[in-house]
């Protein structure tokens, strides 16, 4: 089965905390892409960043970063310092051959709040 | 660069009434997806087009729930007739398909937040 789970829910933290939000995926594919979106309160979905299988380097981009390990099939999400403007829904995707063609199933959401 | 334009923003209908979602892909992708997103399932894939042609439909609930793809600049999504349970959020994405599992980025619109009372 294709899968994604994130399984917490709702986070709170403190302003200049760190967070992690964690993620786990399920496939049968070798070839597959992983994918965070965040849905900030005013309900867009905007894309944060895709990693496909066989790159499992990390990746940094100011304050986020990516750890990507597919012995435990984990693609987690850190931000550093938190501030209140990550305030906001965050999704894990999971892009995969269906029928000949790219699908994407998220996860559940992780809703953080950060606050002052 | 012009993203994924979708129309209505809001929506408040009655019970009954036929409802027509529209969305404008980026220039030059050639895949379209609707996506709903409710409190309950989260985000559902309802149907998938290829080329304006559609590819998977499997996630459209019910008959009630059509959509089109007349050409590749323009979307519908139509609920006809609607009911209360379809409230939710409606999102249409691109992306561009260069090859079979090239898994390319999907990119949202700003999302229909339909009301059906």
């Known amino acids: 089965a294709q899968k994604v789970t994130q399984a917490q829910t709702e986070i709170s933290v403190v302003e200049k905390e760190d967070v992690t939000l964690d993620c786990v995926y399920e496939?049968?594919?070798?070839?597959?892409?992983l994918f965070w979106y965040k849905q900030p309160p005013s309900g867009e979905l905007v894309f944060l960043i895709r990693?496909?299988?066989?790159?499992?380097q990390n990746e940094i981009s100011g304050r986020y970063s990516w750890n990507f390990q597919k012995s435990t099939s984990s693609f987690n999400f850190t931000i550093t310092a938190s501030q209140v403007v990550d305030s906001a829904v965050y999704f894990c995707?999971?892009?995969?051959?269906?029928?000949?063609?790219?699908?994407?199933?998220f996860g559940a959401g992780t809703r953080l709040a950060v606050h002052p | 660069d012009a993203g994924v334009i979708q129309s209505p923003r809001h929506e408040v209908t009655e019970m009954g009434q036929e409802v027509t979602l529209r969305c404008k892909p980026i220039?030059?992708?050639?895949?379209l997806f609707w996506y709903r997103q409710t409190m309950m399932r989260g985000l559902e894939l309802l149907i998938y087009?290829?080329?304006?042609?559609?590819?998977?439909d499997s996630g459209m609930p019910e008959d009630r729930f059509s959509a089109k793809m007349p050409n590749a600049s323009f979307s519908t999504l139509k609920i006809q007739p609607s009911e209360p349970r379809d409230s939710a959020v409606y999102f249409c994405?691109?992306?561009?398909?260069?090859?079979?599992?090239?898994?390319?980025?999907?990119?949202f619109g700003e999302g229909s937040w339909l009301t059906v009372v």
């Open positions: 994405a691109s992306s561009l398909a260069s090859s079979i599992g090239s898994g390319n980025t999907i990119y």
């Open positions: 496939t049968r594919d070798t070839t597959y892409y």
């Open positions: 990693r496909n299988s066989f790159d499992e």
């Open positions: 995707a999971l892009s995969f051959s269906s029928g000949g063609y790219n699908k994407l199933i």
């Open positions: 220039s030059g992708h050639n895949s």
């Open positions: 087009f290829n080329n304006n042609v559609p590819i998977d």
